[in-house]
């Protein structure tokens, strides 16, 4: 993706593309990927761009809002922005820190019970965590 490409896909989404915004649409959108906020601003310094936390977090918050990212929980501390924002799910290994996608098909999930009255199902996210096999 060069600056161009993503100039034109933030404003096509309504993202105002500024110089920071442009810079981490570069590294996040370019590419399937699941990159923690902590990642993205290590990668970003280490490009050598000066760029505040609350500025990567302000902006991965706007991108998920106008559908450029999707948020995936892996446990209560730990949460990834994916650039794939078709509906699909994840494996997530608990020992690497790794998370990889699995296709919406190979899931299949039968709630037993109603919704409660007056609502919709939105969606549902299934994150699988996995890790190493230890010998018994």
């Known amino acids: 993706m060069t600056r161009d490409e993503a100039t034109a896909l933030l404003a096509e989404r309504g993202v105002l593309p500024t110089a920071q915004r442009i810079d981490i649409a570069l590294l996040t959108l370019a590419r399937p990927q699941h990159l923690s906020a902590e990642q993205i601003i290590a990668t970003i310094r280490q490009n050598g761009l000066k760029i505040s936390k609350a500025t990567v977090y302000n902006t991965l918050n706007l991108f998920r809002e106008q559908g450029l990212l999707r948020t995936v929980d892996v446990d209560p501390t730990r949460q990834f ?23 919406v098909e190979s899931v299949s999930l039968q709630v037993g019970t109603a919704l409660p009255a007056g609502t919709e199902q939105a969606g549902v996210d299934v994150v699988v965590r996995v890790r190493g096999r230890h010998a018994d």
Not at 81 to 100: P, R
């Open 81 to 103: 922005y994916d650039s794939s924002t078709s509906a699909h799910h994840h494996f997530y290994n608990v020992d690497t820190g790794e998370l990889t996608d699995i296709p």
